[in-house]
């Protein structure tokens, strides 16, 4: 099995900033795409950010020029710096990986636990 551990979560002022941190660890053999989603409560979970494993990212036209998305390979962890924080970014955040967990596997997808950011006015 492959697992993601996130951390960095937290209660910040509106124009703060976080970082959340996302390790994935267990039998892992590639990881391609890996990214951040997220949900608020009473909403669908959406897209924050991706970013491939030579460093192509995308982002939701709601953080872009704010957050960051960055990723070290050698330390199978993908990051996620968010800077100007606004109200509207509080949601639990969920790190996603897709991965091999050997050479003849499909690309599976895992999702993390999920940590709550909460920026208040």
């Known amino acids: 099995q492959v697992q993601l551990v996130e951390s960095g979560g937290g209660l910040v002022r509106a124009g703060g900033s976080l970082r959340l941190s996302c390790a994935a660890s267990g039998r892992i053999v590639s990881l391609d795409v890996m990214g951040w989603y997220r949900q608020a409560p009473g909403k669908q979970r959406e897209s924050v950010a991706t970013i491939t494993s030579g460093g192509s990212t995308n982002y939701a036209d709601s953080v872009k020029g704010r957050f960051t998305i960055s990723r070290d390979n050698a330390k199978n962890t993908v990051y996620l710096q968010m800077n100007s924080l606004k109200p509207e970014d509080t949601a639990v955040y969920y790190c996603?990986?897709?991965?091999?967990?050997?050479?003849?596997?499909?690309?599976?997808?895992?999702w993390g636990q999920g940590t709550q950011v909460t920026v208040s006015s």
């Open positions: 996603n990986a897709e991965a091999r967990r050997f050479w003849s596997d499909s690309v599976r997808e895992f």
